[in-house]
Nanobody
């Protein structure tokens, strides 16, 4: 099955930027892709998504600061700017192929005050 690997997380100061990458093991052209995040003690939440047609949606908390994009059939990115401590979480890439959802292992993003 499709395997997803997230990368690009790390420690950043308030106001800084990070670019997360999601690399798929096979062609996911035409698939729905989303980024989720889960902070300690909180439920997983949808951060951003991009449809097969390229339409994007963002959580209100990140709108104007984060950008989701797809460079090719295997890679998806999440550009995160003006980071806040509340953005601290494990970020997961999610790909839906037909009716099956695939998840990466997650990458930690920590924003220090």
């Amino acid at each position: 099955q499709v395997q997803l690997v997230e990368s690009g997380g790390g420690l950043v100061q308030v106001g800084g930027s990070l670019r997360l990458s999601c690399a798929a093991s096979e062609n996911i052209f035409g698939s729905y892709v989303a980024w989720f995040r889960q902070a300690p003690g909180k439920q997983r939440e949808l951060v951003a998504s991009i449809s097969t047609g390229g339409s994007t949606n963002y959580a209100n908390s990140v709108k104007g600061r984060f950008t989701i994009s797809r460079d090719n059939a295997k890679n998806t990115y999440l550009q995160m700017n003006s980071l806040k401590p509340d953005d601290t979480a494990v970020y997961y890439c999610n790909v839906i192929i037909r009716v099956t959802a695939y998840w990466g292992q997650g990458t930690q993003v920590t924003v220090s005050s």
